[in-house]
């Protein structure tokens, strides 16, 4: 979608263990973003960075880390204090200052636990 | 603290029927208003958008939203609706900042077209 790769699409979890979420984009964006959706609720911002070497927190972070190494990528890491990790987990990135801001999706991982 | 309610759950309707999704908000000044949709199992597209101006907003596919300030509502709409625009309808408002990063959604609509 638009130049944004999540892998893998499917992702299981063992208890105790902490997994990885790749994103990757080509879209030559400053910002990227990270989602979580479960079903029946809308979106909920779990990171975002808004440069490379940067990231903030967003309404749902705990549990979550992120890294922006490279402008291309945003990875997320589903760790063991997250408790309730099964989810759709959506990544975006975007263009444009503030008042003309567009998000674009990635097609997402589905995480499941064991 | 800002939101977004979408009152129904599910939506159906017949092909070539108009359609309506509704959405109401409510957020601190004048609001960024979003219409996103998602294909099973995809990411979200960007529909339409609102920020200031004519109240009537014109998106892709067809899609149209009514901004009503009195009634704080940004329902989504389309004259004729077709069996691919079923899919799920998140709506999104955003402060006057603008910003992605103040953006809330709601809990998605979705919306089934029978042939």
């Known amino acids: 979608d638009g130049g944004i790769t999540q892998s893998p699409k499917y992702l299981f979890r063992k208890e105790g263990q902490n997994v990885t979420l790749s994103c990757e984009q080509n879209l030559n964006h400053d910002a990227m973003y990270w989602y979580r959706q479960d079903p029946g609720q809308g979106l909920r911002l779990i990171y975002y960075s808004q440069i490379v070497n940067d990231f903030q927190k967003g309404d749902i972070a705990e549990g979550y880390s992120v890294s922006r190494e490279k402008k291309e990528s945003f990875p997320l890491t589903v760790t063991s204090a997250q408790k309730n990790p099964t989810a759709f987990y959506l990544c975006a990135s975007s263009i444009g200052d503030r008042k003309n801001e567009k998000l674009f999706f990635g097609s997402g991982t589905q995480l499941s636990v064991l | 603290a800002q939101s977004v309610a979408q009152p129904e759950d599910q939506v159906n309707v ?18 960024y208003l979003f219409w996103y949709v998602q294909y099973p199992n995809r990411g979200l597209q960007f529909l339409l958008k609102y920020i200031t101006g004519d109240n009537l907003v014109k998106g892709s596919y067809g899609f ?20 691919s625009d079923s899919a799920l309808y998140f709506c999104a408002v955003s402060d006057s900042s603008g910003s992605a990063r103040q953006l809330t959604f709601g809990s998605g609509t979705q919306l089934t077209v029978l042939p």
């Open chain 2, 14 to 31: 017949a092909e070539g029927n108009p359609l309506t999704v509704k959405c109401t908000y409510s957020v601190s000044g004048n609001p």
């Open chain 2, 64 to 83: 149209e939203a009514e901004f009503n300030k009195s009634q704080t509502s940004f329902h989504l709409k389309k004259p004729s609706a077709l069996v």
